[in-house]
């Protein structure tokens, strides 16, 4: 399962990049404006961080698929390297998603919140769809068990589209996701950070410390 990061917070960005696997970022309207940043700079600055290889999400503003397809032509020139264009799922999503794989632009289709929207998406040539767990979840939709449906549904009819599972508020969405084969999530720093984090991990570390300390004192195994 693959790790993105879902923030343009830059200094975020370059903590995680530097300590997680993570294979991208992405972002949305909402996460991109909190920054308060030129959109350019924010754009580039993320890239800057992540290099050229890892995958950058990032989501059209535009209602119609002429201009969908424009921004998103746009945006792979500005920023480049491994680029995703978010596009809701609606009818001119749909058309413009066609549209690009046409021109070898990278689609995933996002606010997904059913299995038939992502088979449609999935259909329509997206490599990825986003599906909104936490979304679901707060109105009871059960998030993990639609995406559960997606996973299989992409399975059975052996299309070639990922689930990239979106909008956690916990680590346990994530677990969840994880067992039944989400090809990938994307994730806020303070999640990832949950699912390394266990008070047992903690506990074993200090004891480990406190034994090592009690024979060699200050020394490490470089000082032997
Ligand atoms: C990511 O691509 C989605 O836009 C994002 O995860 C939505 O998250 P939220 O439901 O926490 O706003």
């Not at 920054?35 to 993320?46: C, M, P, Y």
């Not at 999400?57 to 119609?64: D, E, G, Y």
């Not at 921004?71 to 020139?77: G, I, Q, S, V, W």
């Given at each position: ?54 995958m950058l ?24 390297g491994n ?5 809701p799922i ?135």
């Amino acid at each position: 399962m693959l790790f993105l990061l879902d923030t343009a917070d830059i200094e975020a960005i370059r903590h995680c990049n530097e300590f997680y696997p993570i294979a991208g970022v992405t972002t949305n309207p909402t996460i991109a404006t909190k920054e308060k940043k030129d959109f350019w700079e924010l754009a580039r600055g993320i890239r800057k961080v992540i290099g050229d290889e890892k995958m950058l999400h990032i989501q059209t503003v535009q209602k119609t698929a002429d201009k969908m397809v424009e921004e998103a032509l746009l945006l792979k020139k500005e920023v480049g390297g491994n680029f995703y264009v978010k596009i809701p799922i609606c009818e001119e999503g749909l058309k413009a998603t066609k549209e690009l794989k046409k021109l070898g632009i990278g689609v995933t289709i996002t606010a997904i919140f059913t299995a038939p929207q992502a088979l449609i998406a999935a259909k329509a040539g997206a490599d990825f769809v986003a599906p909104y767990v936490n979304r679901l979840d707060n109105i009871i939709g059960d998030g993990t068990e639609v995406v559960s449906q997606i996973v299989e549904q992409l399975d059975h009819y052996k299309i070639d589209c990922k689930v990239l599972a979106a909008s956690f508020r916990n680590a346990e969405q994530v677990h969840k996701c994880a067992t039944f084969g989400c090809h990938s999530v994307t994730v806020t720093p303070k999640i990832l950070n949950t699912i390394i984090t266990h008070p047992m991990t903690d506990n074993a570390l200090l004891d480990f410390d406190r034994d090592w300390k009690a024979v060699y004192g200050d020394k490490t195994i470089l000082d032997f």
